[in-house]
């Protein structure tokens, strides 16, 4: 079976890469849409192909660039779905920071309606998935969102990642990490640093959103001895360092569907504290090294310091690996292709 990846996201997200190489053992080719056409882009760019199957994952790039796409996707997707199947994996609810803008809601919709079948990572999403866009429970499937650590380098011990970061052996280490945007909900942990100067270090680290963005938010900071920022894409041994340096990884976003800041910590054991209120992130709970705060103004305090209080242990996260082995995860996304390629238009 021969599979079409679109768009292309290898260079800033890992996920697309290893699902096409566990895909290569289940006797699925996958081959990536590159190449950005002006007009009608989707259709441009598979019209000379022979796939059985187009796999969306972030449709939103054909669509988000201005008003004048945002009108012709619907044209540009439904030549497609009248010669091709489409299914879709929903990484979000809506895109992150652009919700609001005009026909976003509308080609969300559309492209769930033009899929066959959408993929979806966990129960909770689902549920989500069907009450916003009103998705038939039949056309959903949960698969796990894979393990991101087959790609890290191998952790270096909680010493040597300090060392190599500058940080006191002493200090408790909590990390925001990724991507440095709006959507995460960084500002208000920021203010409660801030107000309550808990004996931790908050470090900010990733790319941030904009030069603006960044400087709005060292600006918020205030100069606080106990909140550092790294503001910049960290190579694979910096990544490591950061991830088996830190104490806890606080996760506060406004909204989302899936994280997978979340599932890569889980996955390296380092204990995660995040909102209660995103049920859509699955994280195998309980679990000892998951902590849920109603709110910063309730219960979080007390949350971080359970989760400060707990170790970091990777063999202690083998069965989440297990489970979410790239292995697993082609297995049944294949089984869908196949189910939707047998189908009848």
């Not at 012709?72 to 652009?98: F, Q």
């Not at 952790?155 to 990490?177: H, N, V």
């Not at 996760?251 to 049920?279: D, F, M, Q, W």
């Not at 305090?301 to 069965?319: D, I, P, V």
Request: aromatic share 10%.
């Amino acid at each position: 079976m021969k599979v079409l990846f679109a768009p292309d996201y290898r260079a800033a997200n890992v996920y697309q890469g290893l699902l096409a190489e566990a895909l290569a053992h289940e006797e699925v080719d996958v081959a990536f849409l590159s190449n950005y056409r002006r007009v009608l882009p989707l259709w441009r760019g598979i019209r000379d192909r022979a796939d059985d199957l187009l796999h969306l994952h972030w449709p939103e790039a054909y669509y988000l660039p201005n008003y004048v796409r945002r009108i012709r996707y619907r044209l540009d997707l439904g030549l497609i779905a009248r010669e091709m199947k489409i299914v879709l994996t929903a990484h979000d609810l809506m895109p992150h920071n652009r919700a609001d803008e005009l026909l976003v809601r509308l080609n969300i919709q559309f492209t769930i309606d033009c899929a066959k079948a959408v993929f979806v990572h966990s129960a909770a999403a689902l549920e989500l998935l069907e009450k916003t866009y009103r998705v038939p429970r039949s056309k959903c499937h949960f698969i796990p969102h894979g393990d991101l650590t087959t790609r890290l380098v191998p952790l270096p011990s909680k010493y040597e990642a300090r060392c190599a970061l500058g940080f006191e052996q002493g200090q408790r280490i909590c990390l925001m990490f990724g991507t440095v945007e709006p959507y995460k909900g960084i500002e208000p942990v920021v203010l409660w640093w801030r107000s309550h100067s808990p004996d931790a270090m908050l470090a900010i680290v990733g790319k941030p959103f904009s030069p603006e963005y960044a400087r709005s938010l060292v600006d918020l900071a205030g100069n606080h001895p106990g909140i550092s920022f790294h503001l910049d894409w960290q190579l694979d041994d910096a990544h490591a360092a950061w991830l088996a340096a830190a104490d806890c990884m606080i996760l506060n976003y406004r909204k989302i569907l899936t994280s997978g800041a979340a599932c890569e910590a889980r996955s390296v054991g380092l204990p995660i504290l995040l909102p209660a209120r995103h049920k859509s992130i699955e994280l195998g709970e309980p679990h000892k090294s998951v902590f849920r705060f109603d709110s910063l103004e309730t219960d979080f305090k007390n949350q971080l310091e359970n989760a400060l209080r707990t170790n970091s242990n990777y063999e202690c996260a083998r069965g989440w690996r297990e489970c979410t082995s790239w292995r697993n995860v082609a297995r049944k996304t294949a089984a869908v292709y196949r189910l939707v390629g047998s189908s009848s238009k």
